[in-house]
Every structure is written in C-alpha cells, then in structure tokens.
C-alpha cells in the first residue's frame, strides 16, 4: 500500500491549495481515508475525514474553508484548502484504514504517507 501527497507549498494568508493523494494498493473507494496535518512542536490531528458510507467530517478550525473529495476513477484524495490561515501551516498526511479503538481524529490508521508541507504567511 502507498499513498503519495502532492500539492503542498507557500502561500500567503487568504490564498488557496489543492493537495492531492494518489493511493495504490488499496481503493479510496472501499477504506475509510483522511487528511491529518502536524504543526511544528504539536501532536498530528485529524483535519478531514470520511468513512465508506458516510459524508466528509471536518475538524472545527478548518469547516467551511477545506473540502475533501475522492476521484474514484483516478484512486486519488483530494483536500481543497481556501481562505488560508497563518495556524493552517503544518505538514499534511494522507490516512487511510482506521483501526478503530481510539477517536479517529487522534490516530490509528493503518496507513500514513510521506506528508506534504503548507506554509502559509501573513
């Protein structure tokens, strides 16, 4: 299984990013996927979540601004970021598979990629 993100960059307050997540060996159509980010000197936290069934979920900071959609066809995550904010930077991971037995927007997915770095300026 590999998931690779793409799309990440600076840019500066107010702008906008797509990030990508190319997966292979799974489907992003068939395991619950996501979007986790880690700020410098802070825990990773779930940012956009869905699961097989249902519809995205978003943590509080990031609702109205990100959007999270999937390209069936192409296997590929997407993560629309608008309205950009100065506490957005952080590296951005594509997850996939949630192990369940913790909140899910803390940890425990079964597969992580290398991550892609926003930065995002005043």
């Known amino acids: 299984v590999k998931l690779v993100e793409s799309g990440g960059g600076s840019v500066q307050a107010g702008g906008s990013l797509r990030l990508s997540c190319a997966a292979s060996g799974i489907s992003v159509s068939s395991y619950s996927v996501g979007w986790f980010r880690q700020a410098p000197g802070k825990e990773r936290v779930g940012v956009a979540l869905?699961?097989?069934?249902?519809?995205?979920a978003y943590t509080d900071s990031v609702n109205g601004r990100f959007t999270l959609s999937k390209d069936h066809a192409k296997n590929t995550l997407y993560l629309q970021m608008n309205s950009l904010k100065p506490e957005d930077t952080a590296m951005y991971y594509c997850?996939?598979?949630?192990?369940?037995?913790?909140?899910?927007?803390?940890?425990?997915?079964?597969?992580w990629g290398q991550g892609t770095q926003v930065t995002v300026s005043s």
């Open positions: 997850v996939a598979n949630f192990q369940g037995g913790r909140d899910r927007w803390t940890g425990n997915w079964g597969y």
């Open positions: 869905i699961d097989i069934t249902g519809d995205p």
